[in-house]
Each structure stands twice: as C-alpha cells, then as structure tokens.
C-alpha cells in the first residue's frame, strides 16, 4: 500500500516507535487507570441507559430518546475506543477488516455526538419557541428517523473511503497492521475530505446550538409564564455548547497538537505522554459527563438513577412525573 506523502510516513513512524517505548515503560500503570476509569464510566452510563428504560414514558418522550441515544453512542465509543487503547499499548497487529470495523464504529460515534447534541438543541427550542406544536413536530417516529440521519452521516464519509481503498488494493482488507486512522488512508484526498467533513460538522453544530442558545435566550426573557421551564432549557443547551467545545476539543488536539508535535519533536516519549494524556483526558473524562449533567440534574431521572447506582436499595419510585 502506498504512503500519502513524508510527512504522514514520518508521523506512522514515530506512531509506530512510541508503541514500542510504552511496552516498556509504565505500562502497566497506565493500563490500569485506562482500564479503571473505563469500567466506571461504562458502569456509570449503563445505569443511566437502563433508568431511561425502565418506564416507559422515558422510551417515547422526543428528549429522552435523544438523551438515551447519546448515552448508547458513548457506550460504543467508551468500548470500542479503550478496545483500540489497549491494542495500542500491546502493540498488536489487526487484520485490516477487523482494523476497518474499528475505526468505522470509533469515527462514527465520535461524529454522533456533536449532531446528536444538535438534535437535543432543536428538540429544546421547539418546546420553549414554539411550545404549542411542541407535540405535532417533536414526535417520536421523527426522533428515531433523525438518529437514523445521525448515524448516516457519522459513518457515510468511512464507507467511502472503504470501499475506495478495497478497490484500489485489493488485498487491503486481507494485510495485517498496527490499527490506526491514518492507515486507511492512501491518497491524499482521503485525508482533505475526512478533515473537510469534520469542519464541516463542527461548523454546522456549532451555528445550530449557538442559533437555539440565543433564541431560548430571547425567548426566556420575553415569557411571563412557564418561565422556570424555559430557564432550565437555556441551561440544558449552554450545556450542549460545552459538550461541543469538548468535542472540538478533541478534533484540534488530535488532527492540530498532535500532528504538529509529531512533525516537531523527535522525542518520543513526549509524544507517547501527550497521546496519552489526550485519551484520557479530551476522549474518556467527557465520556462521563452525560449521566452527571443530564441525568442527576433532571427531577425525573435522579431519583431512579440514585435508586439504581445503589443496587436497588430504598424506595423506588412507582410514577415518574415529566415536565
């Protein structure tokens, strides 16, 4: 297979080279706090995801679908991400098919997340900007037909570049690799519109969230009644913005810092430490954040999330009250 040009041949190298330090020095150790944190973040979040389906109600409101659709989405990422950690650090080789699937769902999910909080927005603004055809427009077949375009669009971008890369080597699916992203790549337009689609998402996002921010803003102060509602809507998507920045956030330390500290610096173990230190700290803690701040600030949600995190000891609630 063909490399894109020096510089993307330089950074696998010292990709490669980086793996083979971290075999050596202080694996273990980080192993095991990847694999602690990992294992409580994923506790977390599938108590969240089986509160919101344990009443029904929860399963057929517009927000809390969306809401239990990012907390799957990150369930997925959380496994599939900390699956492709410890490869990393074993620095074991995949069959390209199996690397393919990988980083399919890893990109996929990663992309979910922005347009799933772009989903959560609108949904958001309807019901505070237009509360009287909240119902008629925020239905739950066009909740699930709008997760269906989520993932369409999360994933279209890596199918492409599957089947281009099977076509143009066919023997790509069958050789054996260290999994990366960048070993799906083989011509340079590949990476151009992979960076092109990311910005383009980010850009999109962001004009949408900050759109329903301001309008929820203006419409908070305007509204007389049902004001605490409304409050807790801006609230809800000035949250959306933070969760956005910490994506963005990501993006830029992953196609930006690291790429340009790969390019600079011919120590690899600063590069290993700051790999690291982005996995851990840009892509697993934000994977937290969902259950904590959606789900113990909702009045509807807490109480059976607490119930459930303490292995169902106390009073269970019978009815669940949605505003």
Known sequence: MSVINDSTNEVLLIHEQILQVALTEGRISKVSL??????????????MVYTLWSKPVFKETPRYILFNHMLFNDLIQLFVTSL?????????????????????VSGTTFRNAPLNLAVMSLERYVAICFPLRHAEIATQKRTCIAIGIIWFMGFINYIVDLFYSTLTEPKFLTSQIFCTRERLFIKQWQVDVHQGFNVFYFVSVSMIILFT???????????????????????????HLIQLGLCLTSFLYSFVIERAAAMASSN??????????????????PRCLSPLIYGLRDD?????????????????MTAVNIH
């Open 84 to 104: 492709l950690f410890i490869f990393s650090v074993a620095y074991l080789r995949l069959v390209m098919v199996a690397c393919a699937f990988l980083v399919l």
């Open 300 to 316: 509807a949600v807490r109480p059976l999330f607490m119930y459930y995190f303490r292995c169902a000891r106390g009073k269970r």
């Open 268 to 285: 690899s173990s600063f590069f290993t430490d700051l790999r690291y230190l982005n996995y851990v700290f840009v892509l697993l803690l």
């Open 34 to 47: 990847i694999m602690l944190m990992s294992l409580f973040f994923f506790y977390l979040n599938s108590i």
């Open 213 to 239: 921010y301001i309008s929820i803003l203006i419409t908070t102060r305007s509204i007389s009644s049902n004001k605490d509602s409304a409050v807790k809507a801006h609230k809800t998507v000035l949250l």
